[in-house]
């Protein structure tokens, strides 16, 4: 699995993006607010984790989610 992070412009939050091996959209979701369902995309327990790399990860690169 793969994450991504996108600057948002004016009004417009940044977001998250999870893509699957094949960079296939899986998840898109406000970097703000939490991701329902993780158990989902099996990342259920892993939501400190998860905020971690988001916090840390820079903006429109793509990085392997490895949590």
């Not at 094949?22 to 970097?31: E, G, H, K, P």
Request: positive net charge; hydrophobic residues 40%; proline residues 3%.
């Amino acid at each position: 699995m793969y994450i991504i992070k996108v600057k948002g412009k004016a009004k417009i939050p940044d977001y998250i993006q999870l893509r699957d091996e094949d960079f296939v959209l899986i998840a898109y979701f406000r970097a703000d607010r939490p991701l329902k369902n993780m158990e989902k995309y099996g990342l259920e327990g892993k939501e400190e984790a998860l905020q971690a790399v988001i916090e840390r990860l820079s903006f429109g690169k793509i990085e392997k989610l490895d949590i």
